[in-house]
Each structure stands twice: as structure tokens, then as C-alpha cells.
């Protein structure tokens, strides 16, 4: 089936370091959703976007919505510990029916200490 | 408000014994979905329920697997006969609406021996 193919799949930085992963897909989505995964818990969700081009920030977090509706960026900036953990992106793809999410593959962020 | 809960969080049976996991969505979400975890890659849907009748069931093997969400409220999520391969954390998630952000359980772990 469809899947959403995130890079780079590790990451390994020192804290305070900004962070980029990106999501990119072969069909267009309507939404982007970013989700944070820390071990042993579910999937929360960080960004939700909604429009092809958007810029939406939470906190020290900034996502993109891009303009070929194909491709989605989120930015860490200055991290901290508590951002350790797998980052997937998501979203309904009209492609599959609208409602239902594809994830992708994760990007799992490591601050070495 | 109360977020998505599971039970069990871990279980570990035997190959061909049965399991059940229980979901209790947030409450007022309509919509409610059973995702399985595999290691090391993102959710993949498996059921959608809109109250209580499925939207979507294309990826649940029901040779083995069923759901139900008879009073549109809590759900059950069962596995007969269990194989190896689903060794795996059963995500809940539930949104108000179809379509809307999906807010995520801590899911259960279930390991096959």
C-alpha cells in the first residue's frame, strides 16, 4: 500500500542543535499531521496542516505544508531531551479515501549527551 | 479531558490462543480506530468505526481478527487464532469527527511465543 517515505530515518545530534526531517509522498495529501511517539506511549499529535504552502508553529516547532501538496518539513529548533523520540508525519490521501491515514516510516531523533 | 484508554498494556500469549484488547475513546468522539504497530514502522490502520458501524475494515484479516463497538462507545479488538506475526502494539485512537485529528492510546504490546 501507499507509504509515506521520511528522511533521514536517524538522527543523532547534541542538544540545543536545530533539527529538519522531511515526508515525501508519490500522490498528494490534503493533510499533513506530525506526530511525536515516545517509547511505550501512543502517538501525539504536534502540527496539523491544512493548505498547500502552510507555515504552522508550535513552540519550537515549525511545519510545512508543500506546495506540491507532495511533501511536508518539520524544524526543531534549539532541542531539548524531552524531544527525543520517533517523529512520524501522516495524512489522508485522496488517493486511498479521504479519511484514512497513512503514516510514514518515522524519523527516531537521539540528542547524545 | 481524559485521553484514549487501553487495556491491557502488555500481553503474551501462546500461538493459537485468543486475545482481546479494550479501547475507551475520548468522550464525544464519534469515530474511533484500531491500528497495528509493528517495530519499527508507523501505524497502519486496521478498522474505523463511525458510532457504532465500520467505515473501514479493507486491511483487518478477518479470518483472524474482529471488532466491535456495539453501543458505539468502548470498542474490543480480538485475535483468534494468534499468530507470530502479530507481535505487535494495538493502537486506539479516536477523533470527534471523521476526518478530524485522531488522538492516540498508549496502546497494548502483545508479544506471540
Known amino acids: 500500500g501507499q507509504q509515506l517515505n521520511q528522511s533521514p530515518q536517524s538522527m543523532f545530534i547534541q542538544e540545543g542543535e536545530d533539527v529538519s526531517m522531511n515526508c515525501t509522498s508519490s500522490s498528494i495529501f490534503n493533510t499533513w499531521l506530525w506526530y511525536k511517539q515516545d517509547p511505550g506511549e501512543g502517538p501525539v499529535l504536534l502540527i496539523a496542516?491544512?493548505?498547500?504552502?502552510e507555515l504552522t508553529s508550535n513552540g519550537r516547532l515549525t511545519a510545512q505544508f508543500g506546495i506540491t501538496r507532495k511533501d511536508s518539513f518539520l524544524n526543531i529548533s534549539a532541542s531539548i531531551p524531552s524531544d527525543v523520540g520517533i517523529y512520524f508525519c501522516?495524512?489522508?490521501?485522496?488517493?486511498?479515501?479521504?479519511?484514512?491515514?497513512?503514516f510514514g516510516t518515522g524519523t527516531r531523533l537521539t540528542i547524545i549527551p | 479531558e481524559a485521553g484514549v484508554a487501553q487495556s491491557p498494556r502488555y500481553k503474551i500469549i501462546e500461538k493459537r490462543q485468543s486475545v482481546a484488547f479494550w479501547c475507551n475513546p475520548i468522550s464525544g468522539h464519534a469515530t474511533l480506530y484500531w491500528y497495528q504497530q509493528i517495530l519499527g514502522q508507523g501505524p497502519k490502520l486496521l478498522i474505523q468505526?463511525?458510532?457504532?458501524?465500520?467505515?473501514?475494515d479493507s486491511q483487518l484479516p478477518k479470518d483472524r481478527f474482529s471488532a466491535e463497538r456495539l453501543k458505539g462507545v468502548d470498542s474490543t479488538l480480538k485475535i483468534q487464532p494468534a499468530k507470530l506475526e502479530d507481535s505487535a502494539v494495538y493502537l486506539c485512537a479516536s477523533s470527534r469527527f471523521s476526518g478530524q485529528p485522531q488522538h492516540f492510546g498508549d496502546g497494548t504490546r502483545l508479544s506471540i511465543l
Open positions: 468505526f463511525q458510532n457504532n458501524g465500520v467505515v473501514d
Open positions: 496542516l491544512y493548505k498547500a504552502g
Open positions: 501522516a495524512g489522508p490521501s485522496p488517493y486511498f479515501g479521504n479519511e484514512k491515514l497513512t
